[in-house]
């Protein structure tokens, strides 16, 4: 349909017509562009941020290899880090975030459209910085270009003693600007939820998509704040004389470190939440039944929105404080695996009893299940201090938070892509190209994610560009780097299924998937003002009153 | 009952057990999840017998943590399985199939019971866990130090250790030696952790877990090694551009053998008449503004102390063996066996680069 929407404008203006259709997409306030365009750029980074991954893996491959110098491959970590966090991870779901939630609550934009560009194009103007620093990063001093500090960038490696040049300048800038970017997402998003729901859509009533990423939203605003302090602070230190950080005058490594990873860990969440909100709305419609236990799944979300809140210093246990100190981190980190396991068992409840429908979206979402498991018990393993205090720093927390961040958040977004595609392009995406990508992706994930756990207990830490012989570790490694490429090679399949169907894809007509949620009630895409007429909704799954009027939900509400 | 008799396992120790845990522990370790990668572990490469294998502990914070490490992997394991049946249970038995299509499955909207179970049960687990490992926190972090036991100050510098004996009064580098602790007369090593410029992390898996150095944080560690030999380990927090070759070593002596290393390391450098001109090329050049040796005028602390260099093993923090090869090519030009290291390139002549390293060859 958006072909057909592209065919119209060609045949109606003659000069320039791609300007014109550049310059609409460059100055758009609709909340679904915008969304879309998060996912591209999201999607560019991801692409960029693999590539990196890669030439670690190629580095990593066997001991003593020379692929890159330590400088480079100090670089190429550093820039993963940063940019699969804050350049693909968070716009992407930002981007469904953005294109679903008006759509979802029966609205017609977000509730400041302006502002909602101005954080797309703040975030993606943060993006660039960062890699501008491959260019100016070694400024006049013929220090090394694009930041080598870790993405922690812990001090004083930050301060200028140690990080001459610009390109720890542009790695805190961009993490300022595309910060701000975030905040103003979060009050979109947050004022869009409470305001703008249509009539008959009571709080209660939210899909859980909304109910979510209303919390997401509230903890972006609590966990960048700090960040965006720190950053000032650092640039303080590192051009007005400040001492914040600058431990040769009496500065605070360990101040850094609690800034840090006071946003550091509610960001976890801030990106697993939405993946929390993908699989509710996926896995009732591909089990065939209503999400079970609703009000539980909102006063869990709620739950883990305060207590991973308090969770933060779990990531410095190795940094000497006192036992108390570890001991309440490591009560406060068991405890928000509560109501994380409940999500968890009330997922598998959906499906219980259910008629499961093997769909591409549907596969990636018992991935998800699967792997969220895994990584959730590595992470209590964590927990205990003592355990971290061998693990922390080693390949196993590479490979735990590896495992929730492409085993959970990855396979979460890509059942998302699966899913939504369809509404946001008018078209399917193949499910033959789905399933290779599917299985690739998961034999890859797991060859290298799963190897990657021993390693660590074998002592072998994190950042390291080299290592010697005879410790264990080849095998292993060489091991991990096969399964990057398969993963790599699944990328590129998605990617082509992602060009392929936009083109040749089946078309979709408004509700592919037999849904049950607003959005699959307008045209796929939808046109620019969403509904034609405002919905009315009296349950929580509107279309399913509309389907079986014999039998509504509202009957039980 | 199980977390009990771990616990109390976790505080006694026998070189005895160590077998036996380590056994019960790989058997764990073959969890569905990494069975696979176990299986590479144990495969012919030497582990877990590679010298940093966190399961092989030495020490007793060490023996503690991997006490609790297995009973903490048990827990999680019987949840991995119960969970995973239940997963894949409703994923099989609950498949769409053709007969049904077009018919929607009853619908259930949830169960307060089912709710409440799952909300009771791993809290009760989470009080379980958390209880088990305060105890190990308590246990290794407020251990009371004896009065004998060896005092050391572990100084981290880009990319190198430095360590101190304040009460024997030894500087040495890179490679530690701490003696070996009897269970009946304990004489454990009390580690002061500093950093001269960023964040390091003192990391020898089989004696203890890692702790941090943080400038203007001091911060303490305790290991008492129940069996002779050389532990390995390396620097775990990222520090810089050579991180990866911060490389440590630990000799765990006999009495008798640390006794002896330490008479041997208190003593002034050995003077040798033969390696005067080494000695005039050390102290014309910049050597001496990092490097000290003992009883000579050179008393640089910037880089590592080599008045009993040839003590040593290894080069570099690890870098390189202690040959004459490889002290030649380090001096000549470090960059070839560590680039980025802070020791620079002298740029001597080769008559001068033959002399300097015959004067560190002499340095026993």
Known sequence: MSSNVITVSVGQTDAKPWVDELHQWLTTVDHKRLGILYILSALLFLVIGGVEALVIRVQLMHSHNNFVSPEVFNRMFTMHGTTMIFFVAMPVLFGFANYLIPLMIGARDMAFPRLNAFSFWLSFLGALLLYFSFLGGSGLYGAGNAPDVGWWSYAPLGARAFSPGHSSDYWTLSLLVSGFGSIGTAINIISTILCLRCPGMKLDRMPLFAWLNLVMAGMVLIAITPLSAAQIMLLIDRYLGGHFFDTQAGGSAVLWMHFFWIFGHPEVYVLIIPCFAFMSEIIPVFSRKPIFGYPVMVAATVCIGFVSMSVWAHHMFTIGMNSYANSFFTLTTMVVGVPTGIKLFNWIGTMWGGRIQFKTPMLFSIGFLFQFLIAGLTGIMMAASPFDWQLSLSYFVVAHFHYVIVGGILFAVFAAFYYWYPKMTGRMLSERLGKWHFWLFLIGFHLTFDVMHVPGILGMPRRIYTYEPGRGWDTL???????????????????????????????????????WTLEWSTSSPPAAYNFATVPRVASRRPLWDLKHPENPDSRYE | MARKSEVKNGKKMSGRRT??????????????????????????????????????????????????????????????????????????????????????????????????????????????????????????????????????????????????????????????????????????????????????????????????????????????????????????????????????????????????????????????????????????????????????????????????????????????????????????????????????????????????????????
């Open chain 1, 477 to 515: 490694n060489f091991i991990i780097s096969i399964g990057a490429f398969i993963q790599a090679l699944a990328i590129l399949v998605f990617v082509a299924n992602l060009i392929i169907s936009y083109f040749k894809g089946a078309e979709a007509g408004n509700d592919p998937w037999d849904a």
């Open chain 2, 19 to 364: 077998k036996s845990v380590l056994s019960r522990g790989w058997q764990i370790v073959l969890l569905p999840f990494w069975s696979t990668s176990a299986l590479w572990a144990v495969g012919p490469e030497g582990a877990p017998g590679n010298g940093t294998n966190i399961f092989s502990p030495a020490s007793t914070p060490a023996k503690s943590i991997a006490d609790l490490s297995l009973f903490v992997i048990v827990i999680t394991g019987i949840i991995f399985v119960v969970v995973f049946a239940l997963l894949f249970y409703s994923v099989v038995k609950f498949r769409g199939r053709a007969i049904d299509a077009g018919r929607e499955p009853a619908q259930v909207y949830g169960s307060t019971q089912i709710e409440v179970a799952w909300t009771i049960i791993p809290t009760l687990i989470v009080v379980v866990l958390f209880l088990a490992t305060a105890r190990v926190i308590h246990a290794v972090q407020d251990a009371p130090e004896p009065p004998d036991a060896v005092e050391v100050t572990v100084i981290g510098h880009q990319y190198w250790w430095e360590f101190r004996y304040p009460k024997l009064g030894i500087v040495t580098a890179n490679e530690l030696h701490i003696p070996v602790s009897n269970p009946s007369h304990p004489t454990p090593t009390f580690v002061q952790l500093l950093s001269a410029d960023t964040d390091h992390s003192f990391w020898v898996p089989e004696l203890a877990g890692k702790t941090d150095l943080i400038p203007n944080h001091p911060n303490k560690m305790w290991m008492d090694p129940q069996r002779t030999g050389v532990f390995l380990g390396q620097c775990a927090q990222y520090c810089g551009t050579q991180h990866a070759k911060m490389l440590l070593r630990i000799s765990v002596d006999g009495p008798e053998d640390f006794a002896s290393w330490v008479r041997a390391q208190q003593k002034p450098a050995v003077e040798d008449a033969g390696a005067i001109a080494g000695r005039r090329v050390f102290e014309r050049n910049a050597c001496m503004n990092c490097h000290a040796v003992g009883g000579t005028p050179a008393d640089g602390r910037f880089g590592p102390d080599l008045t009993h260099l040839m003590s040593r093993t290894t080069l570099a923090a690890g870098a390189a063996e202690n040959t004459y090869d490889n002290l030649r090519l380090w001096i000549q030009n470090p960059s070839v066996i560590k680039p980025s290291s802070l020791m620079p390139s002298m740029k001597l002549s080769d008559a001068d680069l033959d002399a300097v390293v015959s004067y560190m060859e002499t340095l026993h």
